[in-house]
């Protein structure tokens, strides 16, 4: 077994693990797995039926949906650990994590404590066994001592799911897998289990709906919106005319190039994504809600405010460090900047 990755930081970690695993990849095979998990990503196969089956599936995935994956779910809890700065989970599970993303994203964003306590109890559950054994494997190799702990468990993710009590639940990339009553019960299971729980799906109006119905559930069972909405109402986005989503920058591969023909190093992953808890959150007032567009003198910013209303405000450059606080604001942010610049 490979010795952990001990002085990287868990994304770092991870990019060098995947690499190595891609050069082991048989380029055809690579190509036709990627493809059907393409086909499935869209929502062109059915939702009752693990997606990952088996070994090629699962090298594929990791290769090629993995880092993005990653980069998403990071970018989801980065956003909820800065609405409640002195909290730290005290377990995690991750429902449906496959080859477990969403744990290295944890990881990442909640390390290991420095004091030599034990690290927090971390448990993937997925109904794909050939997924569990690949991200064992990856985990074994992890800087976090988290990671290389954590346990690996064949679960059916419906409406029998047990989830035992913990402090982070994290349900990512995976309700699009489910029938619509299996996405309730498992929402429903989430919420009975954690103090928190982080809901990721894709970017895309489906993937939207899906996050709103998970929200709707977690507000209906007592939850506080901590992120991205600014207040725990009704999203202000009216039904059908547009849906509420982020971008998170990733770094291509070699098999992401060779499957898209791509030349750029990298690509940004759309995603949509809630963050609830059972105590009261400190959200953003005002979140950046589409990317910021950059004028001559001007930026452009689409905002979701706490007063349950979507705005847009110029910041212009006779406004001095605001406007370079607005130049340098990215989407997903909130705003004005937690140092609030003088206007």
């Not at 290991?112 to 794909?128: E, F, I, M, S």
């Not at 982070?168 to 309730?184: H, K």
């Not at 509420?244 to 098999?255: E, G, N």
Request: net charge neutral; with cysteine.
């Amino acid at each position: 077994m490979h010795a952990p990755l001990s002085p990287q930081a868990p994304a770092e970690a991870l990019r060098a693990t995947l690499a190595e695993l891609v050069d082991g990849l048989p380029p055809r095979q690579a190509a036709q797995a990627t493809a059907r998990l393409i086909a499935n990503y869209r929502g062109a196969t059915p939702t009752d039926a693990p997606v990952l089956r088996d070994r090629s599936d699962v090298v594929a995935y990791a290769a090629y949906r993995m880092p993005a994956t990653f980069e998403a779910d990071r970018a989801a809890l980065g956003a909820l650990a800065d609405a409640v700065p002195q909290w730290t989970p005290s377990g995690h599970t991750d429902i449906g994590g496959g080859t477990g993303a969403a744990v290295w994203a944890a990881a990442d964003i909640w390390p290991d404590p420095a004091d030599g306590a034990a690290p927090r109890p971390v448990t993937v559950l997925d109904w794909a066994e050939p997924a569990l054994a690949l991200g064992r494997e990856l985990a074994a190799r992890a800087p976090s001592a988290a990671l290389r702990d954590a346990r690996w468990r064949r679960a059916r993710i419906d409406a029998a799911l047990d989830v035992p009590p913990t402090g982070l639940v994290t349900v990512s990339y995976v309700l699009g897998e489910l029938t619509p009553a299996d996405r309730t019960a498992v929402v429903d299971a989430a919420a009975g289990a954690a103090e928190v729980v982080a809901v990721v799906e894709p970017g895309t109006p489906d993937g939207y709906r899906r996050i709103i119905e998970a929200r709707d559930r977690l507000v209906a069972a007592g939850f506080h919106i901590a992120a991205p909405c600014p207040h725990s109402a009704a999203c202000p986005i009216e039904e059908g005319t547009d849906w509420c989503h982020f971008a998170a920058r990733v770094s291509r591969s070699s098999l992401h190039r060779q499957v898209k023909g791509a030349s750029l190093a990298w690509e940004d992953e759309k995603f949509s994504y809630v963050a609830a808890t059972r105590f009261r959150p400190g959200p953003a007032t005002v979140r950046v809600v589409r990317r910021p567009q950059t004028r001559k003198g001007q930026v452009l910013l689409d905002l979701c405010r706490d007063t349950e209303e979507l705005s847009r405000e110029t910041v212009t450059k006779r406004q001095g460090p605001l406007y370079r606080a607005a130049r340098d604001t990215a989407w997903g942010d909130p705003w004005p900047p937690r140092e609030d610049p003088a206007p």
